[in-house]
T-cell receptor, first 112, second 113 residues
Framework: QKEVEQDPGPLSVPEGAIVSLNCTYSNSAFQYFMWYRQYSRKGPELLMYTYSSGNKEDGRFTAQVDKSSKYISLFIRDSQPSDSATYLCAMSDGDSNYQLIWGAGTKLIIKP | DTAVSQTPKYLVTQMGNDKSIKCEQNLGHDTMYWYKQDSKKFLKIMFSYNNKELIINETVPNRFSPKSPDKAHLNLHINSLELGDSAVYFC????????????FGSGTQLSVL
């Protein structure tokens, strides 16, 4: 079993829909949770950063962490064709030997 | 101004050749990384340097050798290229070591024929 599981998709939704992207993980020591967005032929860019449990909102994006269920989500409201990309979750325990553990990414397609 | 830039963007070469990829960041960050992304988009860390010192050295064939002449530059040299080395290689940087907020370059698509 991988430490971080993420459905590779593709997930195809119509423009304007609410999108929900998810990752599950097995290591209860993870404290830092990130969502990166990667456009085709580009490097990943940090979209959302959350520490511990709870919600964080930034414009149309909301990141949610449920540590009791070992589950994180990224919600996109009023989705736009420009949101079409691969979304990668990443997490770490913040230890001195820290390393980011990555999900495999979910490909999202927003249809105009 | 590109924050993290790597060259070349595309690299097509024959098996057995030696090639290098260069990376430069102008963000003033202390730490730089090399990641490999396979065809299934899975990102795997290879190396990390903090202020020119190697701090992460994952299980990577010793045909791969990173070099950091200063904290703004991190190069990757690959000897005796194999078919399995075909992937996209990303350079990244962060403000300091063990920081989760990474800034990535646009990647180098390496194709070994």
């Amino acid at each position: 079993q991988k430490e971080v599981e993420q459905d590779p998709g593709p997930l195809s939704v119509p423009e304007g829909a609410i999108v929900s992207l998810n990752c599950t993980y097995s290591n209860s020591a993870f404290q830092y949770f990130m969502w990166y967005r990667q456009y085709s032929r580009k490097g990943p860019e940090l979209l959302m950063y959350t520490y511990s449990s709870g919600n964080k909102e930034d414009g149309r994006f909301t990141a949610q962490v449920d540590k009791s269920s070992k589950y994180i989500s990224l919600f996109i409201r009023d989705s736009q064709p420009s949101d079409s990309a691969t979304y990668l979750c990443a997490m770490s325990d913040g230890d001195s030997n820290y390393q980011l553990i990555w999900g495999a990414g979910t490909k999202l397609i927003i249809k105009p | 101004d590109t924050a993290v830039s790597q060259t070349p963007k595309y690299l097509v070469t024959q098996m057995g050749n030696d090639k290098s990829i260069k990376c430069e960041q102008n963000l003033g960050h202390d730490t730089m990384y090399w990641y490999k992304q396979d065809s299934k988009k899975f990102l795997k860390i290879m190396f990390s340097y903090n202020n020119k010192e190697l701090i992460i050295n994952e299980t990577v064939p010793n045909r791969f050798s990173p070099k950091s002449p200063d904290k703004a530059h991190l190069n990757l040299h690959i000897n005796s290229l194999e078919l399995g080395d075909s992937a996209v290689y990303f350079c990244a940087s962060s403000q300091q070591a063990f920081n989760e907020k990474l800034f990535f370059g646009s990647g180098t698509q390496l194709s070994v024929l």
